[in-house]
């Protein structure tokens, strides 16, 4: 039992440590050849960057959710904070300034592929000291939620600062090696199979072709519990207190778009592990989420609200 899962201390059910991207979107019929110029369709810009998703998708289902970001002072910035805010969440401690928003370029193609170039920017200036001011933050929470589109480092540091209340949730997005001891301090680990065979690569140790084999061996790298999501064929689970491995099958949808998706799954399943739910349970609410946010085009735009998903 986390301390912090008593509502009364917590003002906060989850906190989003992580980034906040503009994509920006052009139709192409092909893409250019080096030195070229090709003419593509109308720009559209949409919110997005992982942490920027997870907050939305949180607070959307009825968290009450902050999030710990950096933005530039510009228009990709006031875009961000306003979709942060008709969701609902707390954008009181998001920073900004120091660099131009990070902004995603993707060029989508007639077959549907992306080309992407992201540029970083002020996710690339969200510094371990920007963690040590925010410790309030982290004391007040049940859990943390991060991903890697942050520096590395400030990733570390949010592990370090967590209240010993409070629960760290890791999606080693876009992956990296983590350190030992944020490994240790994920509860869950939440990976897909690229993440899964990446980490388990850096380790140096056989990947094995199963999610069974994936979760059991990142368990014994250190994290609590590790959840393995499968696409359409929802989600795996392990613990490391006992429980063996759970499959937590999807609901069957037609899907549409799976942009986001990955990041509505992690989000539900921290809100929903921070309320006190079992591993188990929180996934089966997670995969409902993550299947709803298929079935809508766009990543933040595709996120349920709690009824949508039949919840209460
Ligand atoms: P990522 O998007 O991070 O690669 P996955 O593809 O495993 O991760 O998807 C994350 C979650 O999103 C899944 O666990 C599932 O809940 C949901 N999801 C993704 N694709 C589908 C799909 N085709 N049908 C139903 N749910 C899906």
Redesign the pocket.
């Known amino acids: 039992m986390y301390e912090n899962e008593d509502p009364a201390l917590s003002p906060y059910d989850l906190v989003v440590v992580g980034s906040a991207n503009a994509d920006l979107v052009v139709g192409v019929e092909r893409r250019p050849a080096p030195g070229e110029t090709v003419l593509g369709s109308d720009l559209v810009v949409h919110p997005g960057g992982k942490g920027a998703n997870q907050a939305v998708a949180a607070a959307r289902l009825g968290a009450r959710t902050a999030l710990l970001a950096r933005v530039g002072d510009d228009a990709h910035g006031r875009l961000l904070l306003g979709s942060q805010r008709d969701a609902g969440v707390d954008t009181g401690p998001v920073l900004v300034g120091g660099a131009p928003t990070g902004v995603a370029l993707i060029t989508v193609d007639p077959s549907g592929d992306n080309s992407i170039v992201v540029s970083p920017g002020a996710n690339a200036r969200l510094t371990p000291q920007d963690i040590r001011a925010a410790a309030p933050l982290f004391a007040a929470a049940r859990v943390v939620s991060v991903q890697l589109e942050i520096p590395l480092d400030t990733v570390a540091e949010t592990a370090r600062a967590l209240a010993p209340g409070t629960r760290l949730v890791l999606?080693p997005?876009p992956p990296a090696p983590l350190p030992a001891d944020v490994l240790a301090a994920c509860d869950p680990l939440v990976v897909?199979?690229?993440e899964a065979r990446y980490i388990l690569g850096i380790l140096g140790q056989e990947a094995g072709d199963t999610p069974q084999e994936w979760a059991g061996a990142l368990l014994g790298h250190g994290p609590r519990s590790v959840v393995v999501?499968?696409?359409?064929e929802?989600?795996l689970i392990a613990d490391s207190r006992g429980g063996g491995h759970v499959r937590v099958p999807?609901?069957?949808?037609e899907?549409v778009d799976?942009t986001g998706?990955?990041d509505?799954?992690t989000a539900a399943l921290a809100w929903r592990l921070g309320q006190g739910e079992p591993l188990a349970e929180a996934a089966a609410f997670?995969?409902r989420?993550?299947?709803a946010?298929?079935t809508r085009e766009g990543a933040q735009a595709s996120y349920p609200t709690a009824e949508e998903v039949g919840a209460p």
């Open positions: 999606n997005s897909n199979e690229h999501t499968l696409g359409a929802g989600a999807s609901p069957k949808v899907a799976t998706a990955g509505a799954f997670a995969v989420v993550g299947a946010a298929v």
